[in-house]
């Protein structure tokens, strides 16, 4: 059984290591190390971040970031959403996705943007379950491994906060 509990420091070792598969996977993200624990967690708001537990092991995490400082986008968030690869196919990201979506509307955010990588399939279908929508693409905004990479844009409006 799966169970959703706030992200802690302490749980910071297992946390950066499902991060670190993420950058492994060469799909989740452009960044090629995984940082330090100080500016990991300063990339994140101090809300909706949350770990999925099966048992008392650590199968993935979700966190909000903000995509601006300017007080006019205090509710609209970035989603991170990261399983570890041997949790995968668990529906886990799913689980995960659902409650930061509840999390985020908690906590008055009112729109939540994913950037995806376009050969991320597997991200697009969960996004697209959780209700979100495509609303563009970034052609070969930046490279990977000297490879340049498009990304697709997906947004998931609350029915409940900001309408």
């Given at each position: 059984m799966i169970t959703i509990e706030p992200m802690l420091a302490d749980q910071a070792p297992v946390l950066l290591d499902i991060y670190r598969q993420g950058i492994l996977s060469g799909m989740a993200t452009f960044e090629t190390t995984v940082p330090e624990w100080p500016v990991f967690n300063a990339k994140y708001l101090p809300h909706s971040r949350i770990v999925a537990k099966e048992g008392e092991e650590i199968t993935g995490w979700a966190a909000l970031s903000p995509v601006s400082s300017r007080d006019c986008y205090h509710g609209v968030a970035e989603v991170s959403v990261y399983v570890a690869q041997a949790h995968q196919r668990k529906g886990i990201g799913r689980i995960l996705l659902q409650a930061l979506v509840e999390e985020s509307e908690q906590n008055n955010v009112w729109s939540l943007l994913s950037v995806i990588h376009e050969e991320n399939r597997a991200s697009v279908h969960l996004h697209e379950q959780c209700d979100?929508?495509?609303?563009?693409?970034?052609?070969?905004?930046?490279?990977?491994?000297?490879i340049w990479r498009t990304t697709v844009m997906m947004e998931r409006r609350s029915r409940k906060v900001g309408v």
């Open positions: 979100f929508r495509y609303i563009g693409y970034r052609e070969r905004i930046a490279q990977l491994d000297g």
